[in-house]
């Protein structure tokens, strides 16, 4: 059984960094694609930043390109976000999510796992 745990979410002030960690387990994720979502009140869950977990290679919503980047240590099984220069439009619910293969998934419905998320909010 697939399970994905996020933290590191929080309040910091624009401009600030912060690093969100997802434990992955119950699985090899090898040939797996990983990636984070996030979702505002009030509007749709929309796509961050992902990554092919075997070769890193990775892919970013246009709006984090510079800012977010992804990474994933293999000893830890764990997926990490770490956001800089944070924008108070970057506050959200952020979920990690996992679906086998590799490809640009980037819709919510390509994932067929979802962790609880975690808050983060950025203040201006």
């Known amino acids: 059984q697939v399970q994905l745990v996020e933290s590191g979410g929080g309040l910091v002030q624009a401009g600030g960094s912060l690093r969100l960690s997802c434990a992955a387990s119950?699985?090899?994720?090898?040939?797996?694609?990983m990636a984070w979502f996030r979702q505002a009140p009030g509007k749709e869950r929309d796509f961050v930043i992902s990554?092919?977990?075997?070769?890193?290679?990775?892919s970013y919503a246009d709006s984090v390109k510079g800012r977010f980047t992804i990474s994933r240590d293999y000893a830890k099984n764990t997926v990490y976000l770490q956001m800089t220069s944070l924008k108070p439009e970057d506050t959200a619910v952020y979920y990690c999510?996992?679906?086998?293969?590799?490809?640009?998934?980037?819709?919510?419905?390509?994932?067929?796992?979802w962790g609880q998320g975690t808050q983060v909010t950025v203040s201006s």
């Open positions: 119950g699985r090899t994720f090898s040939s797996y694609t």
């Open positions: 999510a996992a679906r086998n293969g590799r490809r640009a998934f980037i819709t919510p419905d390509d994932y067929d796992y």
């Open positions: 990554i092919y977990w075997i070769d890193g290679s990775t």
